[in-house]
């Protein structure tokens, strides 16, 4: 897990607002990759992005939920509204060259919406 | 729909026994395979990965094992630590896929 950098590691919504997650890959890292962990689920991809792009997004719901990868700062995952649903843990990884690569993941954040 | 199967969710293991996770799968496409060790409140941690081109990979205490025909997949822990508790995902890839796909894990105790 070292390298990887979430922020913020616990957060709690009320239903309506806007959660937004970061994430800042290992060094040298370009590639990004979002997932999402629901209680007593594994973990589901829900993104994948390279800087400035979103490269595959299959997994995001279609409603309320974007992803970013600017060219200078951290990887944002941006869920609009939350709702009780959206409780879970969400884990971002990165990998050097791309999805051949071992994906390395971070700590976590854990939202929690009231 | 689960492609990745983890059916015990825990195992209990003796100090310097061997511990042996299982994993199957449904996915055909599936080439390439993964086993992350997991704490509570933290991220995954990469283990060890298997080609679909080999049936063995060993990394020294950890050895994976693919039996394609069968669509399984174990993971030998040998001699078994209490270090080594802690929940075991299995993750596999289609070739050139972008995303991994978990199963739900089995939480490993080594007892002294």
């Given at each position: ?10 957060l ?12 800042s890959?290992m ?8 997932y999402r962990q ?14 400035e ?21 951290p990887?944002i995952?941006r ?5 009780r ?14 999805p051949?690569?071992t ?12 | ?9 825990s ?17 055909s496409?599936f080439?390439?395979?993964?086993w992350y060790k997991k ?13 679909s ?15 394609k025909?069968?669509?399984h997949l174990?993971?030998?822990?040998v ?6 508790s ?5 993750a ?14 089995t939480q ?5």
């Amino acid at each position: 897990n070292a390298g990887v950098m979430q922020n913020p590691r616990h957060l709690v919504r009320r239903r309506g607002q806007e959660a937004r997650l970061r994430c800042s890959p290992m060094k040298g890292h370009s590639h990004v990759y979002w997932y999402r962990q629901l209680p007593e689920e594994g973990l589901k991809f829900m993104v994948y992005l390279q800087k400035e792009n979103i490269i595959d997004e299959s997994g995001m719901p279609k409603e309320r939920f974007s992803a970013e990868f600017p060219k200078e700062g951290p990887s944002i995952l941006r869920i609009q509204q939350v709702v009780r649903g959206d409780s879970a843990a969400y884990f971002c990884a990165s990998s050097p060259r791309g999805p051949s690569d071992t994906i390395y993941f971070g700590e976590g954040s854990w939202l929690t919406v009231v | 729909d689960q492609q990745v199967k983890q059916n015990s969710p825990s195992l209990s293991v003796q100090e310097g026994r061997i511990s042996i996770l299982n994993c199957d799968y449904t996915n055909s496409m599936f080439d390439y395979f993964l086993w992350y060790k997991k704490y509570p409140a933290e991220g995954p941690t990469f283990l060890i990965s298997i080609s679909s081109i080999k049936d063995k990979n060993e990394d020294g205490r950890f050895t994976v094992f693919l039996n394609k025909s069968a669509k399984h997949l174990s993971l030998h822990i040998v001699p078994s630590q209490p270090g080594d508790s802690a929940v075991y995902i299995c993750a596999a890839k289609a070739g050139g896929g972008n995303k991994l796909t978990f199963g739900t894990g089995t939480q490993l105790k080594v007892e002294l």
